[in-house]
């Protein structure tokens, strides 16, 4: 089986079974957060009701569009984020949520477009700089998504995803030093964060040929994540190299 490493675009969610107690405790989690956020929305949507001009209705959008991406609705996440640009086409979080929007719907040119918008407005916007790297990316445009990546890392230090995106990439074009020290950067500021871990692993084995710091990242990933859907093949890549469980 082919070792593809991971990219970070959106969040995954992954279902559980019901007999793994810890899982079931996380979505009852998820579905607690649901209904909080499911009550913002209508909070926010009677302020935009009530809003007495088209910059407080903008604004309302945006927190509807923005509580909506963290749903995982896209399709309602790109109606508000186009209500909101329509109200207020000069506010760089409005440019910025339409172009999030559009990447998660994969219209990349489209999200290409608004993010440079508000990078235009907002230059010193670390966000925005990572959803224009991976719109960047899903056009294959590896030198200019990475340069958005190290721009967002710069915005913010501990910009994480970026981090872990940025090594991907320089792993895809052959710079395995540069995507080694980035994916360990990723792992520094945020070290609960499993994606890396797995990905440091892939990088050792098929790309350093370094079968001890394989099995020692693949071991830390499934530490960090016990209950990791893919935890039996990882396992397997472990016993394959002579790691031990």
Not at 46 to 75: F, H, M, T, W
Not at 185 to 214: C, D, H, M, Q, V
């Amino acid at each position: 089986m082919k070792k593809l490493l991971l990219f970070v675009i959106i969040t995954l969610l992954f279902s559980c079974t019901p007999k793994d107690e810890t899982a079931m405790l996380e979505q009852e989690t998820v579905q607690a957060k649901r209904a909080g956020i499911n009550k913002e929305i209508e909070k926010y949507k009677v302020q935009l009701e009530k809003a007495p001009n088209d910059y407080e209705r903008a604004v309302a959008s945006n927190q509807i569009a923005q509580l909506q991406s963290e749903k995982g609705n896209a399709a309602l996440m790109l109606e508000y984020a186009q209500k909101a640009v329509k109200y207020q086409p000069n506010l760089y979080m409005s440019r910025y949520l339409l172009g999030k929007s559009y990447n998660e719907v994969g219209r990349y040119d489209d999200a290409i477009k608004e993010l440079q918008e508000s990078i235009q407005l907002k230059s010193d916007f670390a966000p925005a700089h990572y959803e224009l790297g991976n719109a960047l990316y899903k056009k294959y445009k590896y030198p200019q998504a990475i340069e958005e990546y190290l721009q967002a890392i710069i915005l913010n230090p501990k910009f994480y995803q970026a981090m872990n995106n940025a090594a991907l990439l320089y792993a895809e074009t052959g710079k395995y030093a540069e995507a080694e020290k980035y994916f360990k950067n990723a792992i520094a500021a945020k070290s609960n964060f499993p994606t890396p871990y797995k990905n440091l692993g892939i990088l050792y084995e098929t790309r350093l040929k370094n079968k001890a710091l394989a099995i020692e990242y693949y071991s830390k990933y499934l530490k960090v994540r016990p209950n990791a859907p893919d935890k039996k093949m990882i396992e397997s890549w472990i016993k394959a190299l002579g790691g031990a469980l």
